[in-house]
């Protein structure tokens, strides 16, 4: 076969590049006929979505609505000095296989930006009422306190962890549940009372 031959034509190669330097011929058009480009698509195709380590679906950023709950100025007001360092929130929201969203909400208190010194807002909504009520959303909190000067329903109770203390507020209402959890160093943090205090400003802010 020669360098000119039609064949040639056939191949978009480096081959093909070397016989048109070499012999000044120019490939000949494929035996099937010119080929038009396939009209590109006026659609944009949706964003994927990620499947997390646990089996939940990951939701795009723009689908988290938790760090619209509490904003840095309440945050400043309610933690007072604790606040001075709080960081850019951090928004995370996945979707199980039951449809229970969990929309989680981090500001963290300092550069470090670990969770034992942070805010964690966390937005749990469930398909229905009955749902949020089996899943006991007050279950997990120790020797839990009514707090009634809200305008739904919510209990307060203090975690005593190994690296922190933890002041938690959960407010139910109806499918939405959200958890208000603020996480100190041993040596900043209030007593149960002056935690109490904290969490019911940023639930009052919230509108919870």
């Known amino acids: 076969m ?14 093909t590049v070397l016989a ?5 011929c120019t490939p000949a058009p494929s035996q099937n006929g010119p080929t038009s480009a396939a009209p590109a698509s006026s659609a944009t195709a ?10 939940r679906t990951v939701l795009p950023t723009a689908a988290s609505t ?11 007001t309610a933690l007072g000095a604790l606040a001075d360092s709080v ?4 928004p995370d929201a996945e979707r199980t296989a039951e449809g229970v969203i969990y929309d989680s909400c981090i500001h963290a208190l300092d550069a470090g930006g670990a969770t034992t ?9 469930y398909p229905n009422a009955a749902e949020a009520d089996r899943a006991n959303p007050y279950g997990l909190l120790l020797d839990p306190e009514d707090v009634t000067d809200l305008q739904h329903p919510a209990k307060y109770s ?43 400003k940023l639930a009052q802010a919230a509108g919870l």
């Not at 938790?66 to 400043?76: F, H, P, Q």
């Not at 960081?87 to 951090?90: D, K, L, S």
């Open 66 to 76: 938790a760090c619209g709950l509490v904003d840095e100025s309440a945050i400043r």
């Open 2 to 15: 020669s360098l000119c031959s039609p064949m040639l034509g056939r191949f978009v190669s480096a081959s």
């Open 46 to 55: 949706p964003p994927s979505l990620e499947t997390g380590r646990n089996g």
């Open 87 to 90: 960081q850019p929130a951090q």
């Open 158 to 200: 203090m975690l005593d962890l190994s690296a922190s203390t933890e002041f938690v507020l959960v407010s139910v209402d109806g499918a939405r549940v959200v958890k208000l959890i603020v996480a100190l160093p041993k040596n900043t943090a209030w007593d149960k009372a002056g935690g109490r205090r904290a969490v019911v």
């Open 20 to 24: 048109v330097l070499v012999t000044g």
């Open 117 to 125: 010194n942070a805010l964690t807002v966390q937005l749990i909504t």
